[in-house]
């Protein structure tokens, strides 16, 4: 399904809007929240900087199309290839922090050995492997795929604000 460049542009304004607004509330919700009364550990900083990291991530990934367009006049299906490649990188990049904090998260004192970091982390691994096949061209994704980039930045923001807001 080939899209315009005008539903591309009302699609991210969209999920701009969403990213935005998500982690507006996430900042209120633990200011005013638990977190506010004062306990803050060390597992609490890295949550809170990877569920800011990942919003402004999702955020710029969201305005990558406008700039692509206006600065390099481009085309769809250029565009489209190099939002992709934008999304690659800023999963791969975002991956490899997430394996080299793996040891810390799991010395945590909430950590629990439920499977859910070993379901995060497998999940992490075949998204990255679903990427660079589009990025080699061994898959042929839609534009679903950039929107799917935008929303796994944001499961992961949530994620983090999930876990800020309910353990201690």
Sequence with gaps: MMVSLAELFEAVT???EIVIGQIGFQVIAISLGRRG?????????IRFT????TSIIATLICYAPFYLVTIFEIELFELKK?????????????????ISIY??????????SSGAVYIVFS???VINIIFFLSVLGIFQPGIWLYY???NYFQFWSLYCFVRL???R
């Design 82 to 98: 190099l939002l992709i490649i934008l999304s690659t990188i800023f999963i791969t990049l975002f991956s490899i922090y997430f």
């Design 103 to 112: 040891k810390k998260i799991t010395k945590f004192a909430d950590f629990v």
């Design 37 to 45: 009364l004062g306990d803050w550990n060390p597992q609490d900083s």
């Design 123 to 125: 999940l992490a691994i």
């Design 165 to 167: 807001m309910i353990y």
């Design 14 to 16: 969209f999920f701009g």
């Design 148 to 150: 799917f980039s935008i």
């Design 50 to 53: 990877a569920m800011l990291s």
